[in-house]
């Protein structure tokens, strides 16, 4: 096992090797820059060690990431492929030091096809980029993170990133037709086409998508485009509780019969905890808990009749108040409070464990109830807010201000994860297992899965260089 991840050390003569093959402006060994690039969105309170690479890098093309992996298999370096650093797992986080490779200088759009309804893409293209130049053009790029207008393309495929439309529109890798990877020997190669179909092979493409950089590095993606919807309409609907909010989810589909873009939830604390961040009233933070539901369509009629139903429909289950937000400036309020919840739980708190569990929609009041019941019992804090369309919870619990909070909120989180999997839940939904959750792979797969996930890794990296230390715990 050992061997596996015994590594080469980079000394100046790697250096040297890198700045021939990539340029010396592209590569750096300054010590703030490591540490700066050394960890995501995950505290780094979080972890007990310190992790830091020997060497950034910065390829500018698909050949220079061939070049740099060249070096690293001949050497036996790990290379951490690095987007815009927003991740939530310690994706991001070399474990094993060596290089980290950003892909800040790959950021080309290099094509937008309005007859194959694509656009191919760099991986350190900002993704709300590719949404504006498509909404230019009258096209839809559905991927639609939170972090969107920082988070890198390239870190949304390998994370399979989720977000507000995954109900609609599925997750970043079904908007994938296409990857050019470049393979941990250095080898540039593609993985699917421009095509709606394709069963030659198998599907490496959505293979590489979630992979975590543990596979294969994406230096090029083509992604799939859709007519935009010329109109929407957010409603924010105030409740009581939370379990007569997330109750009503359901009903949205089933009685509204249509399915809406996003259904994202709030608890309380949530909305209290963005007030006070953002110094300033926000909608419904009154209620004991609210949902987004946005609604999207192309003539303006159906949709108004649409968001009337839905309307009616949220306080025959139970809503105090619905406001419809239809002009700009409504709409970004009602969503800066719900994009502002991550960034105001970090302000006012360093030391937490941020969730990202998924459970059937049915059994999300029991997720939320036994939340509550755990971090009751330790009187500890919790914010419960996310995509009650795709029941993925982002529950963050606050850890005690005591010494010991590493050990109490692991003891919480394994509470959490045993009902979780007895609801036929897991572990993450859209954030990534990374480095932050690999040591609880164990409790949702079982040992011939995650053995499976190894000889997969091995079979495309066989000198374990690429992204080591992320995903499956090899101690185990
Ligand atoms: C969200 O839903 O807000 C994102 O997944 C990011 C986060 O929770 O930090
Ligand atoms: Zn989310």
């Known amino acids: ?81 690095r987007g815009a650093g927003t991740g939530l797992s310690g994706g991001a986080l070399p474990a094993f030091g060596g290089i980290v490779m950003s892909f800040e200088k790959m950021n080309r759009i290099i094509e937008l096809d309005e007859k194959n309804l694509t656009v191919t893409v760099e991986p350190g293209v900002v993704t709300s980029e590719i949404s504006k130049l498509a909404a230019r053009h009258d096209l839809l790029y559905a991927g639609d993170p939170c972090s969107g207008d920082a988070s890198f393309i390239g870190g949304n495929i390998a994370e399979n990133a989720g977000g507000n439309k995954v109900i609609k529109y599925g997750a970043t890798g079904a908007q994938v037709l296409a990857l050019e990877v470049v393979l941990a020997d250095g080898t540039v190669t593609w993985f699917g086409g421009k095509r709606r179909k394709d069963v030659t092979g198998l599907d490496f493409t959505h293979l590489i998508a979630g992979s975590e950089g543990i596979l294969a590095i994406i230096t090029k993606a083509v992604l799939k485009l859709l007519p935009l919807p010329r109109h929407s309409v957010d409603l924010l609907a105030a409740f009581p509780d939370p379990e007569t909010a997330i109750a009503f989810v359901p009903q949205i589909i089933k009685k509204g019969g249509i399915i809406p873009a996003s259904i994202e939830f709030m608890d309380k604390k949530a909305l209290e905890l963005v007030e006070k961040y953002l110094n300033n009233p926000v909608p419904a933070s009154d209620a004991g808990a609210a949902l987004i539901i946005q609604l999207e369509e192309n003539d303006h009629d ?175």
């Open 1 to 81: 096992m050992d061997s596996l991840f015994t590594y080469r050390k980079i000394d100046e003569k790697i250096i040297s090797l890198l700045r021939s093959a990539i340029g010396d402006g592209n590569v750096s060994s300054d010590d703030e820059k490591l540490i700066s690039f050394s960890h995501d969105e995950v505290p780094s309170s979080s972890y007990k060690g310190h992790y830091k690479a020997e060497a950034l890098v910065f390829p500018e093309s698909s050949n220079h990431v061939s070049e740099i992996m060249k070096i690293a298999s001949e050497n036996r370096i790990p290379v951490t492929p």
């Open 302 to 476: 159906v949709l108004e009749r649409q968001y009337e139903k839905i309307g009616a429909l949220s306080k025959e289950h139970g809503a105090s108040e619905v406001y419809v937000a239809d002009t700009r400036s409504t709409k970004d309020r009602i969503w800066q409070t719900r994009k502002a919840i991550p960034e105001a739980t970090s302000f006012f708190y360093d030391r937490y464990t941020k969730e990202d569990l998924v459970v059937p929609i049915d059994r999300v009041p029991d997720l939320l109830a036994k939340i509550k019941e755990v971090c009751l019992e330790r009187n500890l804090q919790w914010v419960a807010y996310g995509h009650a369309g795709d029941g993925n919870m982002h529950c963050t619990v606050i850890g005690p201000d005591t010494e010991d909070w590493h050990e109490i909120l692991l003891i919480v989180q394994k509470k959490i994860y045993s009902a979780v999997i007895e609801m036929g839940g897991t572990l993450s939904g859209e954030h990534g297992i990374g480095f932050k959750r690999k040591g609880f792979m164990k409790l949702f797969l079982d040992k011939k899965h995650l053995e499976l996930i190894k000889s997969v890794k091995l079979a495309f990296d066989p000198g374990n260089i690429l992204n080591p230390g992320k995903i499956v715990d090899w101690n185990e």
